[in-house]
């Protein structure tokens, strides 16, 4: 069965600080993985994209990695700020009979605090 | 180019009513995934139309269906609701094709069964 899991659950930093989240996951065949921001109460947002070949991905303060051997994936946000305050979620998706079909992590809902 | 646009933002119903949900995709986006994602259980994958066909469908009760319309906007309609269908329903749209698409979110229905 496919399954994404995240952790930590929540977590809360100080502002400025910086703080990794964690995803891993047992999708197969795996085509690609996807981290996701999410604001209370609006839709999910694209941070970063990763084939199987790419082993990181910046945009501007968050980088992401990925292990596709170990099938571990971690994002890092730099110098958090206040606005970082959000879920984060890892989606990884899986090409099955051409098309893709995506599983979705249960979120990692960061909170940065001054 | 305007976003994904889900209407109405917000619905409140009783338990035994039905609901239809609205979804605009991107113009030229030919993909429309539906997805409920409450606090305990996070983003479930509900239904993808593609070209007016459902093309995959998620571990839902016969009660969720779906369709779309030639122009690409899809509706989600919900029959008996249960006190359990409170939850954020998102959808998001791409361009479909075969190869990897990324998809864009639009801001959810918040549906509230009392």
């Known amino acids: 069965k496919n399954q994404v899991e995240q952790s930590p659950q929540s977590l809360i930093i100080l502002e400025g600080k910086n703080c990794t989240l964690q995803c891993n996951y047992t999708v197969s065949p795996f085509s690609n993985l996807r981290w996701y921001k999410q604001d209370t109460g609006r839709g999910p947002v694209s941070l970063t994209i990763m084939t199987f070949s790419e082993n990181t991905k910046s945009n501007g303060r968050y980088t992401a990695t990925l292990d596709a051997d170990t099938k571990q994936s971690s994002l890092h946000i730099t110098a958090s700020q206040l606005s970082d305050s959000a879920s984060y979620i890892c989606v990884v998706s899986a090409e099955t009979g051409g098309y893709q079909k995506v599983t979705f992590g249960t979120g990692t809902k960061l909170q940065v605090i001054p | 180019k305007a976003g994904v646009t889900q209407t109405p933002r917000y619905l409140i119903k009783t338990r035994g009513q039905q609901v239809t949900l609205s979804c605009s995709p991107i113009?030229?986006?030919?993909?429309v995934s539906w997805y409920q994602q409450t606090p305990g259980q996070g983003l479930q994958f509900l239904f993808e139309y593609f070209s007016e066909t459902q093309r995959n469908k998620g571990n839902f009760p016969g009660r969720f269906s779906g369709r779309q319309f030639s122009n690409s906007r899809s509706e989600m309609n919900v029959s008996t609701l249960e006190l359990g269908d409170s939850a954020l329903y998102l959808c998001?749209?791409?361009?479909?094709?075969?190869?990897?698409?990324?998809?864009?979110f639009g801001p959810g229905t918040r549906l509230t069964v009392l």
């Open positions: 998001a749209s791409s361009l479909g094709g075969r190869a990897y698409n990324e998809q864009f």
């Open positions: 113009s030229g986006h030919r993909s």
